[in-house]
Each structure stands twice: as C-alpha cells, then as structure tokens.
C-alpha cells in the first residue's frame, strides 16, 4: 500500500473502527463511521462526473462536514481546494478562477457569495450544499450549466473501484493567502505532504514508512483528544486534523471559536492537547481562563499547541501560570514547507529552533550560512517540499528552486546560525523595516510591545521617513479596561530593545485586523499607520 492519503486514513479506521474519530457540538463519528461517510462523498463526486485530479473547493466552516469532504476528496482521487470563507467576493473570485474548480462543497451561510463568483469560473459544473441551518437570507442564484445538489453523506455499498489508482504522486492542494498578496495555491504530493505536514504519521519520533505500521501504531495508542480551535481551512489546522486521525486519535470541533464556549468544550470532551493559532486565539482563552477557568475542568489538557503564528512569550507566560505543568509547543511551519520544528522565545525575545537536519539557512547563492556568523540569510528546507505554486510557474522558481538536483522550498523567514547550530528566526525579510541603514525585524518588536500587561494585541510595519528612510511604527489593541500611552509603550520597549528598534510612532485601534486563522495583515497595518502619520 502507498503513502497516499485516503488509504493510510482507511488503514488506521480499519484498525480501530470503533474508536471516536470526530466530535463537533452533539455530533459524534467513530473511525468506521466517518470512513463510510467518506466513501459516500466520494461516490457523490464520482457519480457527478468530478474526476481524479479535478479540483473541489472546501467552502465551509469547522464541522463534520469538513472533515468527511476533505477525506471523500482523496479517497476520489479528487484534489481538496481549501477556501477561506472570510474572503471577499473579489478574493473568492480570484481563488475559484486560479484554483480551476470543477466542484464545490459549500455551507448555506456562504452559497450566496459563492453563487455571485460562480459566475465567472466556467470550469464549475457541481455544486453540493452543505444545510447547516445558518443563511443570510440572501437567496443564491447559480448558473444554469452547475448541477446543484444538497450534500448527503449517508453511507451506502462499498465502492472497490474508488480504490483503484491511487498513488504518492496524487495532489493535494494548499491554498495559502500570507500577508502580501492574493491567494495562492501550494501543490504537494501526497508522500511530500504525508512526510513533511503530517510529521509521516508520528511527531513524536521516526516516521511510520507503511500503512500496516501506521495503523499498528494507531491501535497501540490511547486515543487521546485534540481540541482544534482554528479553522480547518488553515494550514496548520489541516496538519493537526490529519495528524490526529493518523495516530488513532479523535478531534473536537466548533463550527466558530468562543473562549468560554471552548473552557466549556474541554470540560466535556476532556481533551489532552489544544491548539490554537498564535495570541490572536491563544490571548482570548487565556483571558477566559483567568476570568472563568475556576468554573470548568480543564485539567485534561496536558499540551497547548500553536502552529501558523508564533505564541509570544507573554503568552506562554500566562499559561505557564493558569495551568501548571502545562507543556507549549510553538511550531514552525508553513504551507510551503509543512512542519518544520519547535521555536522557543527567550528572554531576550528571539525566537529559537534547536538544529534541525530538515533546516538549512541560505544566502542568496543557496550556500548554508556559517554556524556562529553573523551572517545573515533565509530558512530553506529540502527533501519532502511542494512541487510548487498552482498556476504560477514564475513565483514557483523562486519559492521553489532545483539546486543540483534537488528542489528546496524557501521560506522567506530571514535568521542567522548561533555556534552550536541554533537557528535565531527573525522574521519575514519582506517586512524588515530598514531605518538608517538598520535592520528591525517586526516580530521582535511586536514581542517586546505584547509583553506589556496593557496590550492585548500588535503589528509592526515601518512608514516612510525623510531622515532615515523608514521609522519603526505599530498598531496597538489595548486589552479592555486599561489604559497605555504612547510614552509608557516606548518606555517599555526601551527596557527589551535597543533604541532603534522602539516604536517612533503607535496607533491605538479597537481591533487589530488578523487573517481568520490568526496571520499578521500586515498591509491592514501599513494602511493604518500611513493615514495616521497624514
């Protein structure tokens, strides 16, 4: 049997068929469940005409839902295409059109959007919708030529022939919309992506080379729960969702995340490991606990998990308190590269990966960077890495060179090699603010700003100065009911960074504007702090 990842999925369920696979609210599948309902999207994709590499948008949000398209798709042999169902009709177009899709699977809450785009994508020819109960009230009109049908996922006989073909060289395709541009989709191979995003079965050790010892594994283990409060539209959360399931383990869902609601959903379900994506969902349910954790069981949870933006150290700080023993995992990644180590934030507030032979930081020549220089250059990892960008073979060379044979992924994160190969990331060269020939790094920055108590969130961006080129600026969201200056931000950095680096300029908002998943919007920023420096 081959790395491909409908039938490692199907080896594991046959293993523990009895084991619960998926909760979401009242909902509850166990392995044997969800793959036959599985098996019946995939027969309805079949029996739609969509066939093996065909694209299928995934527009909904958390749910059982999901997880059975998402599965139903590579068990067709189709490629999943996640869609951020936060995107306006202009990104949605873009997406739909770049993606090339043939099929949607979308929620009722999000058809009428879909409809306005569908317009436009003459490869779209089915359409399934997902009844959830929640609309707008805005009735969808769809193209006379998309077959249109209501999702149905009840299982039925089994279908031999959806076995048939599969290979590691199927795709699996990972919309990434970053923090510059329009969205773009990542291509992996499903072994690549089964080795790199999925850690090949076991994060805790060697990968499992087979399906037999994936699911030997799998029934060997206890079944513990993973408490996912992302979307699984994002990355991150698609890697911890596959990564569950693999080990033999359950996920919980909600369709939105809530604070208390999820201190209510760890009573209940008694998770063992919640993940979260950074401080944008990692600071409101520290809040939660603080506020209400007295009323709830949480001592469950053993592990808080972070992929896809990095827990600040104030954060980790604040769960070290709320729950003792608590063990935080700050994962490095990113859908170019899947998962690629553990960051720790030091005292001095840079970010740390111990030496990882995965990880290698380049110059521009892609020759790696001396341990113990000062030498700066980019993280690149090789071996399992995407085969590059959907329909865009420019930024694909980039991204994604062959050097001697051999394709790397780059992933734009500037760093430096301490001497004992510690790698120092210190964050996205495409946000470095560069003031008088000094180079800051925004999330140092942004550390030094979250660790004052009165801050609830910030982003870092430089704006344009006649002296020195570009000065240090930042957006900040005070937590409710206190109160800062600029003057005692300034004078708090000042004790955690050299002067150069402290804000010259802060603008305080209600909110500060993240991607759905909890990515940085740094052009939100940028647009800010500009209209306030006018």
Request: aromatic letters at 6%.
């Amino acid at each position: 049997m081959t790395l491909q990842l409908a039938s490692l999925f199907e080896a594991v369920a046959a293993a523990v068929p009895d084991r619960l696979a998926v909760v979401c609210d009242e909902r509850r599948l166990t392995f044997a469940e969800l793959d036959a309902r599985a098996d019946a999207v995939a027969r309805a994709l079949r029996e739609a005409g969509i066939g093996p590499g065909e694209h299928v948008g995934v527009h909904m949000p958390n749910g059982i839902e999901y997880v059975e398209t998402l599965l139903g798709c590579l068990k067709a042999r189709t490629v999943p295409v996640n869609i951020n169902y936060r995107y306006t009709d202009r990104e949605l177009h873009h997406l739909y059109s770049d993606a090339g899709l043939a099929a949607l699977v979308v929620d009722e809450e999000y058809a009428p959007p879909a409809a306005r785009v569908a317009h436009d994508c003459p490869d779209l020819r089915h359409v399934e919708i997902v009844r959830s109960g929640v609309t707008t009230g805005e009735a969808p009109e769809w193209p006379s030529r998309i077959n249109v049908a209501d999702y149905a996922a009840e299982p039925g006989e089994p279908d031999p022939s959806l076995r048939e073909g599969r290979s590691p060289d199927d795709h699996y395709v990972l919309y990434t919309g970053g923090t510059t541009g329009l969205p773009k989709g990542v291509v992996w191979r499903h072994e690549d992506f089964y080795m790199a995003a999925v850690s090949g079965g076991n994060p805790y050790g060697d990968p499992h080379l087979t399906a037999e010892d994936l699911a030997t594994a799998a029934k060997a283990g206890t079944g513990f729960g993973y408490l996912l409060t992302m979307p699984l539209m994002h990355g991150a959360a698609a890697y911890t969702l596959l990564i569950a399931l693999y080990g033999g383990s359950h996920v919980i869902l909600a369709r939105r995340f809530d604070p208390i609601a999820t201190l209510g959903q760890i009573e209940r379900e008694k998770p063992m490991i919640v993940t979260v994506v950074g401080d944008a969902i990692a600071r409101p349910l520290a809040d939660a606990i603080r506020a209400h954790g007295a009323g709830y069981d949480l001592s469950s949870v053993k592990v808080v998990g972070s992929g896809g933006a990095i827990f600040s150290r104030s954060v980790q700080q604040e769960f070290a308190e709320l729950i003792p023993g608590i063990y935080i995992n700050n994962g490095f990644g990113a859908s170019e590269s899947g998962i690629d180590g553990s960051i720790q934030v030091g005292a001095d507030g840079l970010m740390r990966i111990a030496p990882n032979p995965r990880l290698t930081v380049v110059d521009s020549g892609m020759n790696p960077i001396p341990p113990g220089s000062d030498e700066l250059g980019v993280v690149a990892r090789s071996g399992h890495v995407p085969l590059g960008y959907h329909n865009d073979p420019d930024k694909t060379a980039r991204t994604f060179p062959v050097v001697g044979g051999t394709r790397w992924a780059i992933l734009g994160d500037m760093a430096r090699v301490e001497a004992d190969g510690t790698t120092v990331v210190l964050g996205r060269g495409s946000g470095c603010i560069n003031t008088g020939g000094e180079k800051v790094f925004p999330e140092e920055v942004e550390q030094a700003l979250k660790a004052h108590p009165a801050v609830m969130d910030a982003l870092v961006a430089g704006v344009p100065d006649d002296r020195f080129g570009e000065r240090v600026a930042a957006v900040v969201e005070l937590r409710p009911g206190t109160s800062a200056t600029t003057d005692d931000l300034r004078a708090h950095c000042r004790e955690h960074l050299a002067g150069y680096k402290i804000p010259a300029l802060v603008a305080f908002t209600d909110e500060v504007v993240r991607s759905p998943s909890g990515k940085a919007d740094y052009r939100w920023a940028k647009r800010v702090l500009t209209d306030h420096t006018r």
